[in-house]
């Protein structure tokens, strides 16, 4: 490498060789478990617990199967009298001595966690966007003090929150219902949201505003046709920030819910089989919960610092 | 802005139109708060109605629920026996609390999987922002493979551990076992005292480095080439760069990373409630897992509220220093 061909200060092409080649190995390492979830999905139950693990086998949509339905044991005769099997779950339940007995709850809890995510994210951002747009334009009093209490709510630790709360829905009779939970997640998720849309909104030239006033706006008018439209990336990003959250959270669901609004994750721990865990029907669960999360981890890439940062770092 | 101004509302009376405009036109030349007087909504009422549903909203999950566990800390109150009577016990069960062992026990898990997550994390973070910041070719892929984790759900993928971390028929296992030689029916990752921890440790630190490693990298990234062209003038050796600009420029990143994680860490609770429960024993039983099992399974409502109202205050604590450094670097 000749001194005069590179800048001081960018790397030589040794050091981004060596540096590349450990990136890629570290993040090949870290793959691995995610790529075992969706490998164990694949697996028949005896082939997801043989020793040493399989790393080729055949694959088999049994753990989708058994996610999806419950099954009773049934006698050999019993299932050669049945009409022959109308789908392919049903084919392979047969060939264990079982019988397709209903559905799952798997369904039901998953379309919990998406009514409760999205219901939550809706109401957080909506809040959110007003009470930054306050923050970002006017002269609130005490401010600064305001701004951390929002925040602040966003560190109470969610295990001593859900003992007063859980006695509160109970007198209020929220207890197990998707209300409540889209209550309790809007109010974790609104700090986030104001912290980080303020970070958007305060990027938002005043003139803006200021000229449509000028205009005959009015203020609510300006916010409505200038402030809303210039700030949509801000507001799709917080958006699927506050469904991570309310899509990922587990101790609230876990305490608060048990039955009726129970959400995915506290449910897919409790998948079993005949004599233990049904690891593939889990990592099948856990595999169709993780989908909707990779796409918003690379449609979000370039926001994530700031997401983290509650706004504070913007590169 | 040309679409704004064309997008104007469409006035018909066009004598309001003008008194409008004669009222700007007064309103800029007069201080700022009569201007606002002029039209409609004050500025001071809008503000308000714009944050007073949030504020209203966190006072009524947070703040009343907070004091209700205020009030319920200095009574015998258990939930599950509502009818019983209450009785007020003063502070009694904070004094309990701390001079109870098995919460001594509980902080020191605590501070042990606090500790060793945030220094791993910290490291391993902090060297693979630097390799990242080489910019080689796919750098910008490759660190998105990397976040991966951070973002996934720490109770789901937990969960998920516990399989990884089977003996025998577990990944985790084999491969260690393939690579020390240990039997795999030895390594007891999940059910043994000693390892138990690790375990923990582990998980973490592979949801969790990416996110310090994110953080390190945009402390890497703000320190501007000039000062390191500099130090190249004054042949400085690449030693002395990193210790001299590279680390003390990055350092209020790498201690927002830091407070963040020992934030959460502090109040750990799915995953650690997924791998083990706070087992074998008591081993990993976290000070949030404590809490848990205070207040939802032995149902000492009281007693779990003076609990929850010193974790409360700790983080309360941490939470001040951590906005402090964050608005530290927000002025980068």
Not at chain 2, 26 to 54: C, H, N, Y
């Amino acid at each position: 490498m000749s001194a005069a061909a590179h800048s001081v200060v960018e790397p030589s092409s040794t050091s981004k060789r060596i540096a590349g080649t450990l990136i890629i190995l570290y993040a090949l390492i870290s793959m691995i478990p995610l790529f075992w979830i969706v490998a164990t999905s694949f697996k028949t139950p005896p082939d997801s617990i043989a020793y040493p693990p399989k790393i080729l086998f055949t694959p088999s949509i049994e753990g989708y199967c058994n996610l999806f339905t419950t099954r009773t044991r049934q006698t050999p005769e019993y299932i050669n009298a049945l009409p022959p099997a109308e789908s392919f779950c049903d084919e392979t339940v047969r060939k264990r001595n079982m019988v397709i007995a209903g559905p799952s709850n798997f369904l039901p809890r998953f379309l919990n966690s998406v009514i409760i995510a999205f219901g939550s994210t809706f109401c957080a951002v909506f809040l959110g966007t007003l009470a930054a747009y306050g923050f970002s334009r006017f002269r609130v009093p005490l401010a600064d003090d305001l701004l951390f209490f929002i925040l602040s709510t966003r560190f109470m630790p969610p295990i001593a929150v859900a003992i007063p709360i859980y006695l509160m829905y109970r007198e209020v009779g929220l207890s197990d219902t998707a209300l409540g939970m889209i209550l309790l997640y809007t109010a974790v998720n609104v700090s986030l949201a104001v912290w980080l849309l303020k970070g958007f909104i305060d990027e938002i030239p005043r003139e803006y505003e200021e000229a449509a006033m000028i205009d005959g706006y009015t203020r609510l008018q300006a916010f409505r046709k200038v402030v809303l439209p210039q700030a949509t990336t801000g507001i799709a990003a917080t958006a699927i920030f506050c469904l991570i959250f309310a899509w990922n959270e587990y101790a609230f669901a876990s305490l608060l819910t048990s039955g009726t609004a129970q959400t995915a994750p506290p449910f897919i721990p409790t998948i079993i089989g005949e004599g233990g865990q049904d690891w593939p029907a889990v990592a099948a669960g856990t595999t169709v919960f993780l989908v909707p999360i990779l796409v918003f981890t690379v449609l979000l890439r370039k926001q994530l610092l700031r997401g983290i940062t509650f706004g504070a770092v913007r590169k | 802005m040309q679409d704004m101004t064309s997008g104007k509302p469409v006035v018909t009376d066009t004598t309001s139109t003008i008194l409008d405009r004669a009222a700007e036109a007064a309103a800029r030349a007069t201080p700022d708060t009569l201007a606002k007087k002029v039209r409609g909504l004050s500025d001071r009422m809008v503000a308000w109605i714009f944050i007073a549903p949030t504020i209203v909203l966190l006072l009524a999950i947070n703040i009343f629920p907070l004091i209700w566990a205020i009030q319920l800390s200095f009574t015998n109150y258990r939930a599950n026996r509502p009818n019983e009577e209450i009785k007020n016990v003063g502070l009694q069960n904070y004094s309990r609390i701390l001079n109870d062992a098995d919460t001594w026990m509980a902080m020191q898990a605590t501070a042990h999987f606090v500790f060793w997550t945030i220094l791993l994390q910290t490291l391993i973070g902090f060297s693979l922002a630097y390799l990242i910041d080489r910019k080689f070719r796919g750098h910008a892929f490759w660190t998105t493979i990397i976040l991966v984790p951070m973002m996934l759900s720490p109770a789901v993928v937990g969960n998920f551990w516990r399989f990884l971390y089977e003996p025998q028929i577990g990944l985790f296992t084999y491969i260690v076992s393939f690579f020390t030689g240990i039997p795999t029916t030895d390594i007891l990752m999940l059910s043994s005292v000693k390892l138990a921890p690790w375990a923990i440790i582990i998980v973490d630190t592979w949801m969790w480095t990416p996110y310090v490693m994110l953080i390190c990298l945009a402390g890497l990234r703000s320190i501007p080439d000039y000062i390191y062209e500099a130090a190249e003038v004054d042949r400085a050796s690449n030693w002395r760069q990193f210790w001299s600009i590279t680390l003390p420029m990055a350092l209020p990143f790498i201690m927002l990373a830091v407070l963040f994680r020992g934030i959460e860490n502090f109040k750990m609770f799915d995953m650690v409630n997924l791998l083990t429960g706070g087992g074998p024993g008591s081993t990993t039983e976290v000070a949030s897992i404590t809490l848990k099992r205070e207040a939802f399974e032995k149902w000492r409502t009281g007693f779990s509220s003076a609990f929850a109202i010193i974790l409360f205050v700790a983080v309360f604590g941490l939470a001040n220093i951590y906005v402090k450094v964050l608005n530290r670097v927000k002025s980068r």
